[in-house]
């Protein structure tokens, strides 16, 4: 009966042991409580965030992040304690991004989302500091991002408010794996 018992926990235990390692190391998930990420990511989407993806590369202009927010985005967008933001990666350092005529422009280039709607908003940001990043959500219209962290309109007198630090970066989302029916690698 020992042994039967032993044959049966063991393997549940490391299970459980496996996962959470897993968890903390490699993989996490998280549920998007936000539309911020329309059309690419929903509200109440679950999505799974590589913790080790950039411990082999830079991170790059595109990628989907999930980040803790820095002091700006807590004092515009006042979200609840230890919840972390995903936005999309617009500019790296050394990038200048403006966001004009419904277009948002990475270095005089435009920078398009498939399906996501054109900003309906204007923006211009110093250039990305070292070490930093300008993060947007896909949905530009409704999304507290770097274009209102460091906004002057919006109370804050400081622009590079708009940019979050890299090492607040926690992984890259990279798929959605509820509701089942959006299931998938995410770009």
Known sequence: MRR???????????????AFVLQAAV??????????????ISEQDRIIANRLVYRFRDIA????????????????????????????????AGDRVDVVNRRT?????????PGADPPQYEAHFPVVPEG?????????NASCDSHLWGSSWNGAARPN???????????????????PGRLGFLD
């Open 132 to 140: 930093h990043l300008l993060l947007l959500g896909d949905n530009r």
């Open 61 to 92: 202009r595109g990628d989907i992040v999930v980040f803790t927010p820095p002091a700006s985005a807590i004092a515009a967008c006042r979200p609840p304690a230890g919840v972390p933001f995903v936005k999309r990666v617009v500019g790296v």
């Open 161 to 179: 408010d708009a940019f979050a630090p890299v090492g607040n970066v926690i992984g890259q989302a990279e798929i959605t794996y509820w509701p």
């Open 4 to 18: 039967m018992l032993r044959d049966l926990v063991l393997p549940i235990v490391v299970a459980f042991a496996l």
């Open 105 to 113: 422009l990475v270095n005089g280039r435009e920078f398009v989302v």
């Open 27 to 40: 993989a996490k998930p998280y549920e998007i409580p936000t539309g911020s990420m329309r059309p690419t």
